[in-house]
């Protein structure tokens, strides 16, 4: 788009100076197009990342199991890995951070980053309340809490740091 933008502003613009009215119409038509092309955008990167979050509830659902945080009282050690269904998604996750980083930049990138990670913790949210836990469970969800904190820091969305930090509170 900025090539666009610039062959514009050095070629094309200069040309229609002259014309009476002429220049006035082409900043207007081309402010029409650039606004209609950032609205497709937009519409694009929501529809993004409800297609990811729709895969991120999938895997949970798929992979997270009752017995997660809620481990029988076997006389077992606790499981202090995290969980496989975070494992996954932050496995999935990186894979879209990965092409995310690639496809966007700047202020694009960081807004789909920072809905991302907003997106992420409602669900997760919604996601544990389906649970219960017991003392061994609380300490497994902390350790996928503290993944996904991890995992949403490579954002460097302040807002979203914020809202892991205080789930792991």
Not at 136 to 160: C, M
């Amino acid at each position: 788009m900025n090539s666009s933008l610039q062959y514009f502003a050095n070629s094309i613009s200069r040309l229609l100076l002259p014309v009476d009215g002429a220049h006035a119409a082409a900043c207007e038509e081309m402010a029409t197009a650039m606004s209609s092309a950032e609205a497709a955008a937009y519409k694009g990167l929501q529809q993004c990342i409800e297609t990811v979050m729709a895969e991120v509830e999938r895997l949970l659902s798929a992979e997270q199991k009752a017995t997660d945080y809620k481990a029988p009282d076997d006389g077992m050690a606790p499981d202090h890995r995290p969980t496989t269904a975070c494992t996954r998604v932050v496995a999935y996750l990186s894979r879209v951070l990965e092409s995310a980083f690639t496809a966007l930049e700047g202020l694009n990138k960081q807004a789909f980053l920072s809905e991302l990670g907003n997106r992420l913790h409602k669900v997760l949210l919604t996601h544990w309340q389906k649970y219960t836990f017991n003392p061994s469970g609380g300490l497994r969800l902390k350790r996928d809490i503290t993944e996904y904190g991890e995992f949403v820091r490579s954002f460097n969305a302040p807002s979203v740091d914020e809202k892991f930090e205080l789930l792991g509170m």
